[in-house]
C-alpha cells in the first residue's frame, strides 16, 4: 500500500489530515447578542435606526444589521439551512429568494413558523391580508410582510395635461390606449414612432405578471399547483399581444436602469410606466430633475369595474429556526415592522407604504409631494392595497414566470407572422402556447415528492 503512493503525496495528505483535525479543533466565534441579515440600504438604515433604540433597553442580547447582496444572503441563508451552519437570528428575504427555502417539506423550511403566534397576538388581521401570500406555504405563515407594494400608473402629467387629456375619464386600458393615442408621435420626423403609451414588451418578465395578476389571472393556485392554462390567462396573454406586435403596436420598454434607461424616460419615450410605490420613490431618486411632470393614477382596469391595481415585488422578515434567543428576535421583528416610527421612515425615504393598518392612519401618507405635482401618492398608494391581488409562494415561480414570457413572446411572434392583432383572434393560440407552457411545468413539479398534493 505504501508503494503505491509518492512521498510527496503522502505528505500532502497528512497536511490535509492535520490541518482538518486542527480546525475541528478550534473554536467556533460566536457573536454576543443577536444578528439580522439585510439586502437594501434603506431598510438597513431603518433597522439600525429601531435596533439602537432596542439595545438601549437590551444590552444582553443587542441586535447587530448586516448589510449584504441579496445573492449572498441567499447562498449563505440556504447552505445554512441544508447544512445546519450557523446564520443570522432574523433575516429579510426578497420574494424572488423564497421558493427555494420553500422547496421541501414544511417541517424542514429554515424559518420558524409564525402562523400561531400571528393568531395568538391578534396581529393578523391587523396586517394586510394579501401581503402574506408570498411567505405562506402550504397554509403556514414563515414572514412578516415589509411591505405592500401596490402598483399604480405613473404619467407624464406635463404631456399628457399639454394634450388637454382629462385622466379622471380613463377607467379601463381601452380607454387609457384611446385617449393617449393622439401622443404616438414621430417626433424626429424619420417615420418611425419614438413615444409609446406604456413601458412593457414582450420581454418583461415582471410587468406580464404584473398585468395578469390584474386581470384577474394567476400561475398557481391556493396550494401552489400551476395554473398557467386556465382560460382567463389565454384571453390576457391574447389582448397584451395586441399592445405588443404589429405596426400600431401601443408598449414599448424601457429596462430601468443606468443613465441611457433614465435618459429615455427624461426624453418622453413611454408615456406612461407600471409604478409600485417602490418604483415611485425610485425615481424621485433617480431623476430629480424631472419633479413637476409625473403624476400617479390607479391602472386603467382590464374591464369596467375591475381591479384598478397590482403588485410587483416584496420583502419578508423571517426568524431563523438556529437563532439562540426567538422570543427575542420576535420581540425585535415585532419592534422594526409594526413601529409607526418605521413607517414613516419607509415612506419618506423611499415611497414604502407599510402593510401594518394600524399605520395607514399616520398623516405623513397625506402631505403633498412637490414632485408629483403635489399629490399625495402615499394615500393614493394606501387605498389600493387592501385590493392587491395574491402572489404564489412556489418554488417553481421563477420557472412559471419564464414560461409565461415564452409563451407571450411566442404569441406576438405568431400575430406578425398572419398579421393578427385581433384579441380574439388570437386565443385559441394563446392557449395552445399555454397548455404547453403548463406541460412543462407541472412535469419539472412532478419530480417534486415534497410538493405533490398527496405529500401535504
Known sequence: MLKMFSPGLWIVLLMA????VLIALLPVPTHPGMEMWVFDPNHAKIARFIAEDWNHGHASNPVTIHLITGAAIQSRMMSGFYSDTPVADLIEVERGMIGQVFAGPVADVGFMELTGRLDRENLRTGI?????????????IFGLPHDVHPAMLLYRADLVEAAGIDVSKIETWDDYFRMLRPLMQDLDGDGRVDRFLLNASPTSIYYQEVLLLQAGGRMFDEMNQPTLNEPVNARSIARLATWYAGPGHVASEITLGGASSMRLVREGYVVGLLAPDWFAGSIRTSLPD????????????WEKGGRRTSV???TMLGITKAGR??????????????????AQRLYEEARIVTPIKANWSQSFYDVPDPYFCGQAIGRMYIRLAPDVPLRPSSPYYGLAQQLLNQSVSQLCTYADDHRLYDAAALVPEAQRLLNEAQRQLQAQMDRNAFLRPAAR
Do not use: C, I
Open 17 to 20: 489530515a492535520g490541518s482538518s
Open 128 to 140: 394586510n391580508g394579501p401581503s402574506f401570500s408570498p411567505w405562506t406555504t402550504r397554509g403556514h
Open 290 to 301: 424631472m419633479a413637476g411632470k409625473f403624476k400617479v393614477m390607479p391602472l386603467p382596469a
Open 312 to 314: 410587483l415585488g416584496g
Open 325 to 342: 434567543t426567538p422570543e427575542d428576535a420576535w420581540a425585535f421583528a415585532k419592534q422594526l415592522y409594526l413601529s409607526p416610527a418605521t
